[in-house]
């Protein structure tokens, strides 16, 4: 089976190109082809190494929707064009940029199209709309997100299907349970993503100044992440380092930039931390899980689906910095979470062989193909 996923990403910067790695180091021994359709100021930077089609109109992302909308007729025609020179038995969108695309594509054209929603979008009725057109099939990660979309996710063009992480993640040895800080050792937190202001790590800081001093002496959180080219990541990047200067935060808080190495900056942690409001699935949650590393999360968007509070991980009020504070005061004390086998039971249904086994069969109800297999958990 081909299956061509249309991103217009400018930068390899994980999240659904993490999700489509996955799939493909899945699905590929079945004979099934993945083709990720990027900018062309894309580079690949990650591994395991995808097949692409550069497109010139489709972009994943703008701050100007107006952009997006402008772009997307003439992308529309570009795929098109390409679908007609090359076997395709699924399209498969996934960005916002994307999704006018796909509309096109699945009101104009005889294409089965898939769209997977990645965001938590203010205008939800563009999106409850598209799941009439016949030929266009709408997934959504979590039940929280169908209730923000307000979608019925037994609908015929509706789907629940997970982001998820490589199969690995659930195959290594788990670590000792720990409580809060211990003697002379401090609370280890870490959190993973790109620099982006919607990530929100300044609740973070925020939280930590509001800290006693031999609390925040008890703390040691490391970020390990990117931030992206554009002007307003680099200028948000710029504001952390001055909240860490200002509140004198260097001691217990220290943004080490990118890394390939993502299980063994988990492993060495106690807790993961992830502040964002209304993050849809992070893949960086589910991969702290899955090494049974409880996680302290707003409580939005996926993360009320993923997080069991109390014993795989604790919330604090979205936007909150005084709740995450209070937050952090219960990990130092040690809350007693669920055993690290147990963390990792709670994910189980959001490793690759799963999420992709959910995808394949759907490509195959909605495409032309018959499925030659089924990937193995």
């Known amino acids: 089976m081909n299956i061509l996923h249309l991103l217009g990403d400018t930068a390899d910067l994980g999240g659904i190109l993490s999700v489509v790695r996955c799939l493909q180091e899945v699905t590929t021994p079945l004979g099934d082809r993945h083709v990720v359709w990027v900018h062309p100021r894309y580079r690949e930077t990650r591994r395991p190494a995808l097949t692409y089609h550069q497109g010139r109109f489709l972009l994943a992302e703008s701050p100007r929707h107006l952009e997006l909308l402008g772009r997307a007729f003439p992308a529309f025609l570009e795929v098109r064009g390409y679908l007609r020179r090359n076997s395709c038995q699924m399209v498969h969108a996934h960005t916002r940029g994307a999704f006018p695309v796909a509309v096109l594509l699945g009101g104009l054209t005889r294409q089965p199209v898939l769209f997977t929603n990645h965001t938590y979008a203010n205008r939800t009725g563009l999106y409850r709309q598209a799941t009439r057109i016949p030929r266009l099939h709408s997934v959504l990660l979590t039940p929280n997100m169908a209730r923000h979309y307000g979608l019925d996710p037994a609908a015929a063009n509706v789907s629940i299907i997970s982001e998820c992480c490589r199969d690995r993640f659930f195959e290594g040895p788990l670590p000792e349970s720990r409580g809060g800080a211990t003697g002379s050792e401090p609370l280890r937190l870490v959190g993973v993503g790109n620099i982006v202001r919607w990530k929100k790590w300044h609740l973070l800081l925020e939280a930590l100044a509001r800290l006693e001093p031999r609390e925040r002496a008890a703390i040691d959180f490391r970020h390990w992440g990117e931030a992206p080219a554009d002007a307003d990541s680099q200028a948000y990047l710029g504001e952390l380092e001055g909240l860490v200067r200002r509140h004198e935060l260097a001691e217990c808080a220290r943004f ?122």
């Open 256 to 377: 080490k930039g990118p890394t390939l190495d993502i299980p063994e900056r988990l492993a060495e942690a106690d807790c993961f931390v992830l502040p964002s409001t209304n993050e849809p699935c992070s893949v960086a949650l589910i991969e702290a899980l899955a090494l049974g590393l409880p996680a302290l999360v707003s409580a939005s968007g996926g993360n009320v689906d993923i997080v069991i509070r109390g014993k795989t991980g604790l919330t604090f009020a979205p936007d909150d910095p005084v709740d995450l504070a209070n937050q952090l005061r219960k990990l130092l004390a040690g809350p007693g979470f669920s055993a690290p086998a147990e963390i990792r039971r709670s994910v189980a249904a959001r490793r690759a062989s799963q999420v992709a086994r959910e995808y394949r069969e759907l490509y195959v109800r909605l495409g032309s193909t018959e499925p030659q297999g089924t990937p193995s958990p």
